[in-house]
């Protein structure tokens, strides 16, 4: 893999560091570029003739090599080429630990003499970082260590970084450093990975006469064998490739991997697979469908409302989603959107939002914030409590200023003893035509800017499944209407697969993915072991359809720009959730607060031809007249859904 390195100024310590020593450690959390401090040190060294190596010892974010690997490198010119690799097959360095340190140790002791740089995962916090730091200076000969730690903040493992008692030299990490989030560093790997497999081919390994090795499904659950890692091993377990099965059939275990040069003695299986969505992740562990099923369900489950009409919860299905009132109508503006089959969840403003389980805060990795005010932003403080702990950062978008008012709620709490598991967030700030973007720290003063990045038409964030983008508005403060953009629909005509008699499982998910990407000329593998090509699946088992369309907005002020710019977004849509404050008698309270008034809402909704109106943020004067407001609506858009409808399909 190529990489854009710039060399180190010759008097970095780090250089003078690996010169002297001769094996260092590098140590740092996740995004605190490690990686690309190794390679501009290989560079740098190259530059003045002296040959550099790396152990890539992080399985699932490599510097180089595959994923579910730990790989020993060489650098020429500008990049790392693979000498050795030790299959692990796991990207959970952390759970599987004591494999990872004897791959390490392995490959360190068959490298003999030169300068090494060892890249390990940023596992730095808990015991499993406490354990490994020791262990992978044992393992691999490290003589020094160098420690990232972000400007201002203690480093990491300092107690277990001193009794090792080996040179220590401390580095601030680069400002631009950040962690790239959970499904940046999937779709990077699994990119990686699908390079990595370019130069494969299709093999059959009886598993009758193999000895299978690590922690594989039990080969009854064929299903669980799909779009698996596996690490090819001679009688020595050194490692021979590495490859993805294809299908298991009986004992014939068909597969993709580079031709080894040895016959193959064992193979090792552990939780590196492709998901639903073909990103390489980490597989559940596996559980008799037989069993009793006590185990969590993949997304927690909203409390329902009660029967009271005050706290009814709208929900509407958008086919790939679920989009839910958190707190009603008449509550602050909270909307979650569950994403089905993605074990992931979004939200759109962050009122009060405590009758959520703190688990939920878990799963949601992006939120959209229209502007600062206490109503919208008020649960902030419940995310930040829910997300102490190991998480990836959560990423936030608002109007400008949003960095500084969200980095205020955080210095009003104490953060003396949260230590590593200090909550993380991404602020991405919509100025015009780029987003301002801040990395937020609990426990650090102020938060820090990362790169700038361009928008075109308001798009947030964009991912085959779906995109968010956003328009500014007027309420006497710039705020914003986004609008939730699944893209195409795929729907399997069970009755079809019926008539195959091909059962469900993670290859329709493969054939959804190549589908939604245009790959329309690969091929994709049957459950009976046929490899079809996606166009003919496509014909003869998916529906397709457009996404869902939804759009947000909510207090604005009744102006003829704002009414251009929403209807603008929300044209077509299929469901616009609007906010319809007071009734047409209380238009002028409503100019004075710059808010909708119930006619508007409808107005606004008839004008853009959604499908169907979701009004709220109703003023709780009305609790005993809804009705009024609903007539002023409905006046002007029939389409409008009644609360008491709260399961909308």
Not at 217 to 232: I, M, Y
Not at 439 to 450: D, R
Not at 540 to 549: A, D, F, N, S, V
């Amino acid at each position: 893999m190529r990489q854009n390195i710039l060399p180190l100024p010759e008097d970095h310590p780090l250089l003078a560091l690996i010169k002297q020593h001769r094996r260092a450690l590098l140590v740092g959390a996740p995004g605190s570029g490690k990686s690309t401090l190794v390679a501009q040190a290989a560079a740098t060294l190259e530059a003045q003739g002296i040959s550099c190596h790396c152990l890539s010892a992080d399985p699932g974010s490599p510097g180089f090599g595959p994923p579910g690997a730990v790989c020993l490198g060489s650098w020429y010119r500008d990049r790392w080429y693979t000498q050795q690799l030790e299959a692990l097959c796991t990207l959970d360095a952390a759970r599987f630990r004591l494999p990872l340190i004897e791959a390490v140790r392995r490959l360190a002791s068959a490298f003999e003499t030169g300068f090494l740089l060892v890249d390990p995962p940023g596992v730095v916090r808990g015991t499993a970082g406490a354990e490994l730091l020791p262990a992978l200076a044992d393992a691999s000969g490290a003589n020094a260590l160098a420690v990232l730690t972000p400007t201002g903040t203690a480093p990491p493992l300092s107690e277990e970084s001193r009794i090792l008692g080996l040179p220590l030299l401390r580095l601030e990490t680069d400002p631009q450093a950040h962690y790239p989030g959970r499904l940046s560093r999937s779709q990077r790997r699994t990119n990686i990975w699908n390079d990595y497999l370019k130069g494969s081919s299709e093999q059959t390994l009886n598993l009758e006469t193999l000895p299978v090795i690590g922690t594989p499904p039990p080969q009854s659950a064929p299903e669980a064998w799909h779009s698996r890692q596996v690490g090819l091993l001679d009688a020595a377990r050194n490692t021979l490739s590495i490859g993805e099965v294809m299908v298991l059939d009986g004992t014939q275990l068909r597969l993709r991997a580079a031709l080894p040069t040895q016959p193959v003695q064992a193979l090792l299986v552990r939780d590196a697979h492709r998901d639903d969505e073909r990103l390489l992740t980490t597989a559940r562990p596996y559980r008799n469908p037989t069993e009793t099923k006590q185990s969590l369900p993949e997304l927690v489950s909203l409390p329902r409302s009660q029967a009271n009409d005050d706290t009814s919860r709208p929900v509407i299905r958008l086919g790939m989603a679920t989009a839910t009132l958190v707190n009603g109508v008449y509550g602050d503006p909270a909307l979650h959107i569950r994403l089905r089959h993605h074990r992931r969840s979004l939200l759109f403003d962050l009122g009060d939002v405590g009758r959520l389980p703190a688990r939920l805060a878990h799963q949601i990795t992006d939120v959209f914030i229209t502007h600062a005010h206490f109503d919208h932003i008020a649960g902030f403080l419940w995310l930040l409590r829910s997300r102490i702990g190991e998480f990836p950062p959560c990423r936030i978008y608002g109007p400008p200023g949003l960095a500084q008012h969200l980095a205020g709620m955080v210095r009003g709490v104490l953060w003396d003893r949260v230590g590593d598991k200090a909550p993380r967030f991404e602020v991405s700030e919509l100025h015009e035509h780029h987003l301002q973007r801040y990395y937020l720290v609990a426990g650090q003063t102020e938060p820090t800017p990362m790169p700038p990045r361009s928008t075109i038409d308001g798009v947030l964030i964009e991912e085959p499944w779906f995109r968010v983008r956003a328009i500014t508005l007027d309420h006497g403060t710039p705020v914003l209407a986004f609008s939730f953009e699944p893209c195409t629909q795929v729907n399997v005509r069970k009755e079809r697969l019926s008539e195959h008699g091909w059962p469900p499982g993670p290859w329709l998910g493969e054939l959804k993915y190549r589908v939604l990407t245009g790959e329309l000329g690969a091929t994709v593998t049957l459950p009976d072991g046929h490899v079809a090509q996606v166009r003919k699946l496509k014909e003869e088992l998916l529906l397709t359809q457009p996404g869902q369309r939804l759009v947000y907005a909510t207090d604005l002020g009744d102006t003829p720009e704002n009414r251009r710019r929403l209807i603008d977004l929300a044209r077509e849509a299929q469901t616009l959730v609007c906010e319809a404050p007071f009734l047409q008698c209380q238009a002028d309270q409503a100019m004075r607060t710059r808010h909708l008034t119930a006619r508007a809402c409808g107005e606004i909704a008839a004008a853009a031809h959604v499908e169907r109106l979701l009004p709220f943020h109703f003023s709780r004067r009305h609790t005993n007249d809804r009705q009024a407001l609903y007539d002023e609506i409905r006046a002007a858009c029939p389409q409008a859904i009644m609360t008491s409808n709260t399961h909308s399909e």
